[in-house]
């Protein structure tokens, strides 16, 4: 039936195009007859009436169906075309996202693969690391247990002379130690006195070179110059103790008038008393004296204060230098409160004993010299480092 219905419209388009054309050809021949014949306009009304009919139903032959087939099969066709489109558009979206989450699955993958290999490198660098430091570890322990065995095998050849030169070293080194840090001679002249002592109880031979050593030192320590600081630094400290006692210069004309007050006070018995205190009095007018240091104005009570404190800073820096060895320090500081005392104090017995003595302390060595005792530490050393050379090859023997 499908095949039947478009053969229809056909055989009516030939029949429309069949009476198209007669009433053309129609048309054609009566503009001919009226052109040739001329007739009236009656006739020719006539021969329009009967043509019009004949052309309004060659129009309504002329009409054609809506084709409803053809545009169902293209919107058909259409729509096909969009689900394709739209279908294919879905899959080519799915692959796409397929495609990404694939790279990304596999970026993801190459960063754990690298991550893996970098901590499987630095893995291997601490276990290098751990080998290598068990390594030494283990050659320090071979050192040490070597050290160890020597050091049993010397024990057991040593004799009572071994520990007694051993006793000898330790003191000596003791010596240098205390000289260095005390800066004194005492101590380790004791101490290189009883290491003497001990090589008298060896009484071996073999030692006659050490103990020429140790005679030297002993002689450099006992002819050194000895510094008593503790002695020097207990001194300053009475002189500053001291200087509470000293009276600052005052003006001589207030004890003078004082006197005369005090005279003034008991009149005169006689002529011949009032004459001579006329005389004394009128000679004391007119005083010389002789001065050896230049006149200095009188100070306030602030500025006697001030020249005190500085007395006792001057003295308080001495000490200190003294502490120090500081020489040049110790020397000007005391030089600098002779100079305040024979300066603002009176000059009486107590002051000049105090310049007397800090005159003499100035001059006085504070640094200690200390003499080299190392040689007889280094005579001990090489015996003993040539006796256990001898008892590990007599032990590598056996």
């Known amino acids: 039936m499908t095949e039947k219905k478009p053969a229809a419209p056909a055989a009516s388009d030939k029949s429309g195009s069949a009476k198209a054309s007669s009433s053309v050809a129609d048309k054609s021949s009566s503009v001919k007859s009226s052109a040739k014949s001329g007739a009236t306009e009656a006739s020719d009304n006539k021969a329009s009436k009967n043509k019009a009919p004949n052309n309004s139903a060659l129009d309504r032959g002329s009409k054609k169906p809506f084709p409803w087939f053809k545009t ?23 692959r796409t996202v397929l495609a990404d989450g694939l790279q990304s ?14 901590a499987t490198i630095r893995a291997g660098q601490q276990q290098s690391q751990t080998i290598k430091a068990l390594q030494d570890q283990l050659y320090s322990l ?81 002819m050194t110059e000895k510094v008593d600081r503790e002695g020097i630094y207990l001194e300053l400290q009475a002189i500053s103790s001291a200087l509470e006692a000293l009276s600052i210069l ?45 006149i200095e104005p009188l100070l306030s009570r602030a500025e006697q204060t001030m020249v005190r404190q500085n007395l006792y800073l001057l003295l308080e820096q001495a000490q200190s230098a003294l502490l120090r060895e500081e020489q040049g320090i110790y020397s000007n500081s005391l030089n600098k409160a002779e100079t305040l005392l024979r300066r603002y104090f009176q000059l009486n017995s107590e002051s ?22 190392s040689g007889s530490q280094n005579a001990i050393q090489t015996v003993l480092n040539l006796r256990h050379s001898s008892a590990a090859d007599e032990g590598a023997e056996q």
């Open 142 to 222: 071979r050192l040490l247990s070597n050290r160890q065995a020597e050091q049993i095998l010397t024990l057991g050849t040593a004799t009572r002379g071994d520990w007694l030169l051993a006793e000898a070293a330790y003191l000596v080194r003791l010596a240098n130690q205390r000289l260095q840090v005390e800066r004194s001679v005492d101590n380790p002249l004791a101490i290189l006195e009883s290491v003497d002592s001990i090589f008298v109880q060896i009484n071996d031979p073999e030692l006659l070179a050490v103990r020429n050593a140790l005679a030297i030192d002993i002689a450099a320590l006992r």
């Open 352 to 373: 000049e004993a105090s310049i007397a003595r800090l005159q003499t302390l100035a001059e006085r060595s504070v640094s200690q010299l200390l003499p080299d005792i």
């Open 105 to 118: 699955s596999l970026i993801a993958f190459e960063d754990k693969v690298e991550r893996q290999q970098q």
């Open 250 to 294: 005052e003006a001589h004309a207030n004890s003078e008038v004082t006197q005369l007050e005090q005279g003034a006070e008991q009149p005169p018995n006689s002529l011949a008393e009032t004459l001579e205190r006329f005389t004394e009095k009128f000679g004391n007018l007119i005083v010389l004296q002789k001065r050896q240091q230049p």
């Open 72 to 94: 169902i099969l293209l919107l058909l066709l259409i729509a096909a075309l969009a689900g394709s489109a739209w279908f294919g558009w879905m899959q080519w979206q799915q």
